[in-house]
């Protein structure tokens, strides 16, 4: 079956810029993730989305992040205006029954903020 | 709020040795989920090994098996007769009730 399809492969912004992020689930995936990954650390979830509806948003910066997953398949996540502290991979996974068949992760996006 | 610990940064060891990656956890639920990710340069993680906390037999996928210790609260994974290609970042995992929390990562190097 085909991965997490993530696009842009990099990007390098300059700060007060905005960007967005896509990501392609895996077909029949429910469930949707976006992670941070500042370098150096671990991935940390920005939202979970269950279909279209947002399941876990609580450690999204909403003042300047935002994220959308149209018809349930599909989704942005973007970032109006980027800072410095956001540069960082960005990944995308899925889920059909996470306590099962775990997680799917994409390749990321790098952003660099300069 | 749970909390995942990889005490070591960075290991490195020769082709065909055994090396042993350490990871501690603090939660108070009772049923969860432990994980073992690998994320070579392409960034994508990769699922090496999961562990069910019901089940206490240790988990084993080929060459890599956990040392789950539920009452201590401790996950290492052991990585036998270690190949070049293991060389990556190597993220141990929770998951219980909420979402997925990651450790710090170890960078693991195999060296010829």
């Known amino acids: 079956e085909a991965g997490v399809a993530q696009s842009p492969r990099y990007k390098i912004i300059e700060k007060r810029q905005s960007v967005a992020f896509w990501c392609n689930p895996i077909s029949g995936h429910a469930t949707l993730y976006w992670y941070q990954q500042i370098l150096g650390q671990g991935p940390k979830l920005l939202i979970q989305f269950q279909n279209n509806g947002v399941v876990d948003d609580s450690q999204l910066p909403k003042d300047r992040f935002s994220a959308e997953r149209l018809k349930g398949v599909d989704s942005t996540l973007k970032i109006q205006p980027a800072k410095l502290e956001d540069s960082a991979v960005y990944l995308c996974?899925?889920?059909?029954?996470?306590?099962?068949?775990?997680?799917?992760f994409g390749s990321g996006t790098r952003l660099t903020v300069v | 709020a749970q909390t995942v610990t990889q005490s070591q940064p960075e290991m490195s060891v020769q082709e065909a040795e055994t090396v042993t990656l350490s990871c501690t956890y603090d939660?108070?639920?009772?049923?969860?989920?432990l994980f073992w990710y690998k994320q070579p340069p392409s960034r994508q993680m990769i699922l090496v090994i999961r562990q069910e906390a019901y089940k206490q037999q240790n988990a084993t996928e080929n060459r890599f098996s956990v040392n789950f210790q539920k009452a201590a609260k401790s996950f290492s994974l052991k990585i036998s007769d270690s190949q070049l290609g293991d060389t990556a970042m190597y993220f141990c995992a929770f998951e219980g009730a909420q979402k997925l929390v990651f450790g710090q990562g170890t960078r693991l190097t195999i060296n010829p």
């Open positions: 996974a899925s889920s059909l029954a996470r306590q099962i068949y775990g997680y799917t």
């Open positions: 939660t108070s639920e009772n049923n969860y989920y």
